[in-house]
């Protein structure tokens, strides 16, 4: 998932999602500021660094996030400390559900629809051709990230 999407899937953190955040300073910001447009689940199914989280708030900000700046500050110190990166694990293109493969690999909710649907009617993925059949995904998503797929 790209680090926009990202963020902008934290801006839509439900009520629910927000109880189920770890406490500690920040959670109040980021519930505030991160619950304007996307699901807990989504948000936070990508793991980063502090500098990560910082490029991520730096794009929603380019979008038009509002907030003060230590605001902005607490939560990316809220998400490096309690949705810290972790080393990058490959996905199963046979097993990934769909909120995998749009964190994982950066794909639209369309593409990872595309790529269920492609597995679902004619079995499993075997190799890095086998994306190509996919209706809907540009092959160069695949290409790219050859090094994080698994069959």
């Not at 730096?58 to 500050?73: A, C, F, I, P, T």
């Not at 639209?108 to 059949?133: C, H, M, P, Q, W």
Request: proline share 3%.
């Amino acid at each position: 998932m790209s680090v926009l999407r990202l963020l902008l899937l934290l801006t839509a953190l439900p009520v629910a999602g927000f109880a189920q955040l770890p406490d500690g300073p920040g959670k109040d910001e980021t519930g505030r500021l991160c619950s304007q447009c996307h699901e807990l689940a989504r948000a936070l199914s990508l793991r980063q660094d502090r500098d990560g989280w910082q490029a991520t708030m730096d794009k929603m900000v380019s979008l038009g996030l509002q907030g003060k700046d230590d605001e902005m500050r607490a939560v990316v110190e809220y998400l490096a400390k309690n949705f810290p990166g972790e080393a990058v694990q490959k996905i199963n293109l046979n097993t990934a559900s769909s909120i995998e493969l749009e964190s994982g690999l950066s794909l639209k909710r369309s593409e990872a629809a595309a790529v269920i649907d492609y597995r679902t009617k004619n079995g499993n993925f075997k190799s890095l051709d086998d994306l190509k059949k996919v209706a809907g995904v540009p092959f160069a998503k695949f290409e790219a990230r050859k090094d994080r797929l698994a069959f």
